[in-house]
């Protein structure tokens, strides 16, 4: 089961990062992680943000979620979270969150059958938002760019 979790979590950085490629992230400030689980992946993009961006990890699961404040301390990161450059909360992923927005970038995690018209709107121009689409074996991983 570890193995699995570490596969899942390295897959999803993977992701991210080739999401990313053509350079969208370079100048990112403004972040959002829908679906943030364990913490990992959002701490990483804080990390990438640097300490003028914000990265923002929101998941549906209270326990899930401090969890993952838990995984930030332990791992020495704690500082992210007392700066606000990293923050970690409850709030319905497919809702985005409307009161940070607009983001630079928006990764999801899970997979809706339709993309969230929410996130869309949540994006600033030439922002991009990640994510799997579609329903149980049949999902897309799909890159969004808002022009205008």
Known sequence: MASTARL??????NVFREGLSL???VDARQVLDVGSGSGYLTAAMATMVGETGQAIGIDHVPDLVAWS?????????????????LQLQ???GFGGLAEAAPFDCIHVGAAPVRVPPALKEQLKPGGVLLLPVGPP????????????
């Open 23 to 25: 350079g969208s992230f």
């Open 8 to 13: 899942s979590i390295s897959l999803r950085a």
């Open 90 to 92: 409850v709030a319905d």
């Open 137 to 148: 074996l049949d999902q897309a991983f799909v890159r969004i760019t808002r022009c205008g």
């Open 69 to 85: 404040v838990e995984n930030i301390h332990r791992d020495g990161k704690g500082a992210l979270l007392e700066s606000g450059q």
